[in-house]
C-alpha cells in the first residue's frame, strides 16, 4: 500500500536524484569546440569572443555567449597562461601542519594573496624532505612564486629555479642563498631576550631543546640565547633536540632532566616542544612549574594560553610577515631583483606564568 502510494505521488519520479544525476556519469565540463559547433562559428571566433578581441562582430558575439552560457562553459586558464606567461597562481609549500600556527598563517595568506588577485596552491612536504623534492610538480604548474617553509633547498634545486626564473621566497626562515629571499621573525633577539628574562628571575642554569637540525629559525633562536648567557658569564646552555612536535618536547625533557643536574630555566624553539616538557616535567618527574623550572616556548599557538598552560612565549607578527611576502611577490612579478637581504620582523615577548616566579626567592 504505502509503495503504490508512493508511486502514485504526483512528480515523485520527478524528484527523484538519479534522473537528474546519473549515478554512473559525471557532467564533462565543455569546451570552446562544443561552443563553436552549438554557436555555428568557428573555434578562433569563440577564442577570440572571451578574449575580448575587437575582430569579433556584434552578431558573432552574441552567438558565442548565447552558446555559452546554454553550456555553462567557463574558458580555460591554460592558454591564457600559455600566452602570457602568468599564472597567477602562488604555491605555498609546508611541511608542519600540525603546528597551529601554520593553520593561522595560512589563512592570512589566502586572504591577502586572493585579495591581490592571486589563488594559493597548497603543497605539503614532510619536514624532512627538500623543497627540491616538489619542484618539478610546481614548475608543471607555471606558478608564478613559491613560498616556502621548508628549509632544505639544495644547490641544484637553487640552479633549477634560477633556469625557471620562478622566485622563491622562504618564510619562518632565514636563508643565505642568492636565489632565494626570506622573511622570517627576529629569532636571534628572541633567543637574547628570553635569556635576559631568565636572569632576572634568578636562574642559574639553562636548557634548550630545538627544532630539527636543519631548521635555520631554531638554529638562530639557540644562538642568540647562547651568545647573551656567554656574554653575562651564565655558561652554556645544555641542548636537547626536538622536532617541533609535543611528543619531541616530552622526550627530550625527560632526557634532559632525568639526571642529577637540572636546568632551572629551559627555552624550547617552538610552543609545542614547550608544552610537551612542561607535561613531562609536572607528571613524570614530579617537578614543578615555575617554582622548579621556569620554562618558555615560541609561537604563540592558542593553547599557549590555557590557564592549565600559561606559557611565556614569542608572538609573530604574521600579517606584517605576509605582507612584506607579497610585497616580494609583487615585485619579482613586476621585473624588480629579489632582496638580497633577508627581511626580519620583531617577535613579541608574552610573559606568563611559566616564568612568573623569582627563583632567588
Known amino acids: 500500500m504505502t509503495a503504490e502510494k508512493k508511486a502514485a505521488t504526483p512528480g515523485a519520479e520527478d524528484a527523484s536524484p538519479d534522473k537528474d ?10 569546451s570552446s569546440i562544443d561552443v563553436a559547433r552549438v554557436a555555428g562559428v568557428s573555434q578562433s571566433q569563440v577564442s577570440r569572443t572571451f578574449s575580448g578581441s575587437s575582430k569579433v562582430s556584434e552578431s558573432t558575439r552574441k552567438k558565442v555567449l548565447e552558446a555559452a552560457e546554454r553550456l555553462d562553459y567557463r574558458p580555460s586558464l591554460i592558454p591564457r597562461i ?6 597567477n597562481l602562488v604555491a605555498i609549500v609546508v611541511g608542519g601542519l600540525y603546528n597551529p600556527f601554520y593553520s593561522a598563517v595560512l589563512e ?12 594559493v596552491l597548497l603543497v605539503h612536504v614532510p619536514n624532512d624532505h627538500a623543497l627540491d623534492d616538489v619542484i618539478p610538480k610546481l614548475a608543471s604548474y607555471r606558478v608564478d612564486a613559491i613560498v616556502s617553509a621548508l628549509a632544505i633547498l639544495s644547490p641544484a634545486g637553487a640552479a633549477t629555479l634560477a633556469k625557471l626564473k620562478i622566485p622563491v621566497i622562504a618564510f619562518n626562515t632565514a636563508v643565505n642563498n ?10 636571534f633577539q628572541a633567543g637574547q631576550t628570553i635569556a635576559d628574562l631568565f636572569i632576572a628571575r634568578g636562574a642559574r642554569s639553562f636548557g634548550f ?28 646552555p645544555t641542548i636537547a633536540r626536538g622536532d617541533y612536535r609535543y611528543e619531541g618536547g616530552f622526550a627530550a625533557a625527560l632526557g634532559m632532566f632525568g639526571g642529577s643536574s637540572r636546568p632551572d630555566a629551559l ?7 614547550a ?13 614543578r612549574v615555575p617554582d622548579d623550572v621556569l620554562v618558555a616556548g615560541f609561537d604563540d599557538i592558542p593553547a599557549a594560553s590555557w590557564a592549565s598552560v600559561d606559557l611565556t ?6 600579517a606584517a610577515m605576509v605582507d612584506e611576502t607579497l610585497s616580494i611577490v609583487l615585485s619579482a612579478e613586476n621585473g624588480k631583483p629579489l632582496a638580497t637581504k633577508p627581511v626580519v620582523v620583531s617577535a613579541r615577548l608574552i610573559e606568563r606564568g611559566t616564568t612568573s616566579k623569582d627563583l632567588r626567592s
Open 313 to 318: 612565549t614569542f608572538t609573530h607578527d604574521a
Open 21 to 30: 544525476w546519473p549515478r554512473d556519469s559525471l557532467k564533462k565540463y565543455a
Open 209 to 236: 631543546i630545538s627544532g630539527p637540525w636543519t631548521s635555520p629559525a631554531s638554529a638562530r633562536r639557540r644562538e642568540g640565547y647562547e651568545e647573551r648567557l656567554r656574554e653575562t658569564g651564565a655558561g652554556p
Open 82 to 87: 600559455m600566452l602570457t606567461h602568468k599564472s
Open 275 to 287: 608544552i610537551g616538557a612542561i607535561d613531562a616535567l609536572r607528571e613524570r618527574l614530579g617537578l
Open 108 to 119: 592570512e595568506f589566502m586572504i591577502r594573496f586572493q585579495a591581490a588577485g592571486h589563488q
Open 267 to 273: 627555552f624550547c624553539a617552538n610552543d609545542l616542544l
Open 178 to 187: 642568492r636565489w632565494v629571499t626570506s622573511v622570517s621573525s627576529e629569532n
